[in-house]
């Protein structure tokens, strides 16, 4: 389970950096597929809101339970600001494709302070969360906690081998860049 959530945020970070190229060419005038850009805050939403958050709180929640610690909230806190700040930026997404005029620098300004969420979060999963995992969870106890996350284990839609047509734009061009590298 661990390996798929480090793997997540691999996915993940190929999918900010695209938003940070994306971003910094809106900074400076130039235009942008905002479909695509869609497509990625979509993605987060449907996949990293729905499944992967909540596989990380669960297991949190049953990391906590075993060892007696201290619930912190801020693993759940910082899901439900990255939840809002997706909703707000799709909504300024969807305003745009529906040829309604939004703030060049409004959009700026979400995207960039997004990204920094997205990234802060999985630095802060990585560095303070993942590690204490490691040392307390046994392979009965992510055992377990599979069975937890069953209903909210779901293939991803983007990054997985299915022939799912959710997102092709989105595939093509992450191919695409794989292939100029």
């Known amino acids: 389970m661990l390996k798929r959530l480090r793997r997540d945020h691999q996915h993940i970070a190929i999918l900010l950096d695209i938003l940070a190229k994306k ?3 809106l900074a400076v005038g130039e235009g942008v597929n905002f479909s695509l850009v869609r497509d990625i805050v979509e993605y987060m939403q449907s ?22 610690g201290l619930n912190s909230s801020q693993l759940h806190d910082e899901h439900t600001r990255l939840a809002e700040s997706s909703g707000a930026l799709m909504y ?3 305003m745009i494709l529906s040829d309604i005029v939004i703030s060049r620098e409004k959009l700026v300004a979400d995207l960039k302070s997004y990204i920094e969420l997205q990234q802060l979060h999985m630095e802060y999963e990585e560095r303070e969360i993942f590690p204490h995992f490691v040392k307390s969870l046994t392979v009965e106890d992510w055992a ?24 092709d734009e989105l595939k093509a061009y992450i191919a695409d860049i794989d292939n100029k590298q």
């Open 47 to 68: 996949y990293a809101e729905h499944s992967h958050h909540p596989l990380e709180d669960i297991t949190y929640d049953f990391f906590m339970k075993k060892t007696g």
């Open 144 to 167: 377990e906690i599979e069975k937890l996350c069953h209903q909210k284990l779901v293939d991803d839609p983007l990054f997985s081998e299915s022939d799912e047509v959710t997102f």
């Open 92 to 94: 300024s997404l969807n």
């Open 23 to 25: 971003q910094r060419k």
